[in-house]
């Protein structure tokens, strides 16, 4: 899909009334289900890091951030709907996410992502990240997931 001039593009804190539109983009992004209520626990664990991206007012993606330690952030969900994927949305979130934890003093970012989702690695990668271990069976159907890691 390719996006119109007049199209708007924006990030934005999320808000409460936004977290059942980002749980449908998870379901349908991601292998694990998420639940409302899971998702409002992670909106509140850090809420300046739960971003959320609209185009024209609509959310099509969207990124949670959580702390790890005082100076290390986790990526803990980012997802942009199919049909808007491979338009700057994910690169975008990502950015906003490094400037937020920049502010916050945190040196390095953290995340799991399967070890299956090429698509995702691939993306990590070109932002710097490297992949420092494999977690056996770290997903509800016993996959594998690989800790990646880059220091900002
Ligand atoms: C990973 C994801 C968030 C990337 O979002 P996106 O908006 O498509 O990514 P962008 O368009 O910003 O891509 C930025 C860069 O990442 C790389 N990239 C993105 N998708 C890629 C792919 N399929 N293959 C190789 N590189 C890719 C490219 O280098 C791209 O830069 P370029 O366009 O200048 O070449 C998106 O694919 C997604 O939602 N996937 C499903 C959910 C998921 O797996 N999330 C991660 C779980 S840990």
Redesign the pocket.
Known sequence: MALKSEDIGKIRNAEISDIERVVEIANS??TEYYTTNLMMDLYHSWRDAFMVYTLNDRII?FIAGGKFSRTEARILL???EEKF????????LMNDFIDLCRMHNIMSIR???RTD?T??I??YQ?YGFSTISTIRAYYSDSSDAYLMWKLI
Not at 85 to 92: F, T, Y
Request: hydrophobic share 50%.
């Open positions: 992004s991601l993606g980012l997802a942009v994927r491979h338009l700057g949305i994910g690169k975008a995340l799991e992502v989702n698509e995702a691939h993306f070109k």
